[in-house]
């Protein structure tokens, strides 16, 4: 038994540590907050039972040894974590008769900043909570940290370095880690930003911070919240925060715990818990601490609840890339008030990882709130990948393909297994590729949705891009189709005939090159001026696509690859010959156009925005790129509340349109 339970504790240690070194070194963890945990929960528990603990437990020591090639520095005031609760009842009686500071958990990296004389001196990871490593050449990328500040004596500070979730959403389209995969979470991309060795490469990430504590200065003040106050003239934007009165009951502390969420959610600020500290500094000071937490504070962890459910079927898609994409169908279980019964697998090393095989027992969730995600399998062993994996294209029948790519990971060789259909006149596989064609970030054709291309393609109307632009040789027979008419064609025609104006970016996206979606595509776009001849002079040039910011190895190949395709030149040539590329040279108002967050939204203004008239505002957000809306519906992604807000912004939470302060959104804007 003894032996047993020692093995227990040895294995739960190294699963967890070498979590640890994923989330801290590796920006791109393998599992959920919620499955670590768990983990984490056990081996704690397991230890107490035992009294048995190796020295590297996750339980008595704070993130993990930094392994990059960052300078190192040592921390004299060791930056601790805080024991973690997910019961109410127990942040509670952890308050007692105390007042506490309750704040927003920042979910991201956590950075402390050294001022000396009224300049930043340093900025530091936090490291081990000992030791840390020095970022002080990325702080310029950084919003919201002053290089100067009008306090003379040292002053140190700890915070953190996110990336908003909007902002997040947008990266990830085209960024990918260390091991070529796109980033899971905000995270992991504001930690790989801040810990990068290239400054340049951190501005673009957009990357926030907000300092959560005063380390050292204003000596004179006894209170955190004193100290806190005193930050924002210093140029600092504070971790929102509120005081406490002494003693709450659950249900007041569940009502500040769901107000702070709301902030977070209504700021787009990533959160993943709550924090309460003594607001008493001395009180605090008096509460010692371990080798892994302070005692003074404690935080309330949210969690991506896990539901069970039962795995039914592993579905396949084929992609347009010609990747085919499993799916996990199961047993519909709800989350957050949605029903979810469908998640990705991502790929082939996915399903074998987890041993999944219809049957079994499966633990799922909403990673972020938003993304179903397969966490766990609750039956695992008798797999075999062979009895899982299908050997013909679902779609069209011919023969799959294994693809095998490798990359590195802690050092050690990792294999990722996906699944290919070859057959490039695959029909999903080709109709997926006018969608995304037709798509909102590419030409934009409003109208031209799947189930019509699917309709035109079936009778032979649409072979290559170019055939959408003569459609209109179909025309009789088109208004003849059921569901089509003589307006409903001309509006298709019309959306048609205005997608020909279209831009650098645009034209790019449409072209689909492996990887090369928004953010690749502006930085092209300024990069070759806007012109699409001037990339492809340098693209036969043999140009070097890895010295722009962002682009590796994999995104280089890929577009020489595409372009050394004789079919995909002759459409590159002959299509933009029926369209017209707006030329926009750098400097003429296209910088700023592209580089808000507003770029192809639709934002709608109710009551009053100083100093603007209605006509103003709207002029001002089509001058962002954006379109104005005069009704707020499920398509509007924004909706800025003025003074005397009326019935739009009620219609807004309904829906659950985003909504944003004027200053929030003349902030977002740039300005
Ligand atoms: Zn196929």
Request: glycine share 8%; charged share 25%; proline share 4%.
């Amino acid at each position: 038994m003894a032996q047993n339970a020692w093995e227990k504790v040895q294995a739960l240690t190294a699963q967890l540590n070498r979590y640890r070194d994923e989330y801290y070194n590796g920006n791109a963890p393998s599992v959920s907050d919620a499955v670590y945990d768990r983990m984490y929960d056990e081996l704690a528990l397991l230890e107490m039972e035992t009294g048995i603990w190796m020295t590297d437990s996750p339980t008595r020591t704070v993130g993990f040894e930094a392994v990059s090639e960052l300078e190192k520095t040592n921390h004299p005031i060791p930056l601790l974590s805080l024991e973690k609760t997910k019961s109410v009842e127990e942040l509670v009686s952890f308050v007692g008769e105390h007042q506490i500071l309750l704040m927003l958990k920042l979910d991201g990296l956590t950075v402390k900043l050294t001022y000396e004389d009224g300049k930043l001196a340093q900025a530091a990871t936090r490291g081990d909570g000992d030791t840390g490593e020095v970022v002080t050449h990325n702080v310029r990328g950084i919003s919201g940290i002053p290089q100067n500040i009008p306090y003379r004596e040292r002053l140190v500070v700890s915070g953190e370095a996110f990336i908003r979730p909007g902002d997040f959403h947008r990266l990830r389209e085209t960024l990918t880690d260390s091991s070529g995969e796109r980033y899971k979470n905000g995270r992991n991309l504001a930690a790989g930003s801040v810990r990068l060795l290239d400054g340049a490469v951190c501005r673009e990430r957009k990357v926030m911070y907000m300092p959560f504590t005063v380390v050292e200065g204003f000596p004179e003040l006894g209170l955190k919240s004193e100290k806190l106050r005193k930050l924002p003239e210093l140029g600092f934007q504070v971790c929102k925060f509120v005081i406490s009165r002494r003693s709450l009951t659950c249900q007041e502390m569940e009502d500040g715990i769901g107000k702070l969420r709301q902030f977070a959610s209504d700021n787009d600020i990533p959160i993943d818990g709550i924090v309460a500290s003594y607001n008493d500094i001395a009180f605090s000071l008096s509460c010692g601490r371990t080798g892994h937490h302070y005692k003074d504070g404690l935080a309330f962890k949210f969690e991506d609840e896990l539901h069970e459910t039962k795995l039914l079927a592993v579905e396949w898609n084929p992609s347009r890339s010609g990747e085919i994409s499993p799916v996990a169908v199961f047993q519909p279980v709800q989350i957050d008030g949605c029903e979810v019964s469908r998640a990705s697998l991502h790929n082939m090393s996915f399903i074998e990882g987890m041993e999944l095989k219809p049957g079994c027992r499966i633990l799922v969730s909403k990673r972020n709130m938003i993304i179903p995600h397969v966490e766990e399998n609750l039956d695992r062993g008798d797999f075999s990948l062979a009895e899982v994996i299908p050997d013909k294209c679902p779609c069209c029948g011919e023969p799959t393909r294994v693809h095998e790519s490798r990359s590195i990971e802690d050092g050690k060789e990792k294999i990722t297994k996906t699944l290919f259909c070859d057959n490039q006149n695959c029909e999903t596989r080709r109709l997926r590729q006018f969608v995304h064609f037709a798509g909102q970030k590419a030409m934009n054709i409003e109208g031209l949705s799947e189930a019509t291309l699917e309709k035109f393609i079936g009778r032979g109307w649409i072979h290559t891009y170019m055939d959408i632009y003569e459609l209109d040789r179909h025309r009789n027979e088109i208004i003849q189709m059921e569901g089509f008419g003589e307006k409903s064609w001309q509006r298709l025609w019309d959306a048609i005939q205005g997608s020909r104006n279209t831009t650098f970016e645009r034209y790019l996206i449409a072209m689909d090159i492996p990887m090369v979606g928004n953010t690749a595509s502006r930085t092209l776009c300024r990069q070759f001026h806007g012109s699409l001849e001037e990339f492809e002079d340098a693209v036969h040039h043999q140009y070097d696509f890895t010295q722009l910011p962002d682009f590796g190895d994999t995104l280089h190949n890929n577009i020489h690859e595409w372009f050394y395709d004789e079919e995909n030149l002759y459409v590159w040539e002959v299509l933009q010959q029926m369209l017209n590329i707006e030329i926009n040279s750098p400097g003429d108002g296209m910088v700023s156009v592209s580089e808000n967050p507003f770029v192809g939204m639709t934002i709608v203004v109710t009551g009053k925005v100083e100093p603007y008239t209605r006509s103003g505002i709207n002029a001002k957000i089509e001058s962002l790129g954006a379109r104005a809306g005069s009704s707020v519906s499920s398509k509007t992604d924004y909706l800025v509340c003025g003074e005397k807000a009326g019935s739009k912004l009620a219609k807004a939470r309904e829906l659950g349109v985003k909504v944003l302060t004027p200053e929030q959104f003349f902030r977002m804007a740039g300005e």
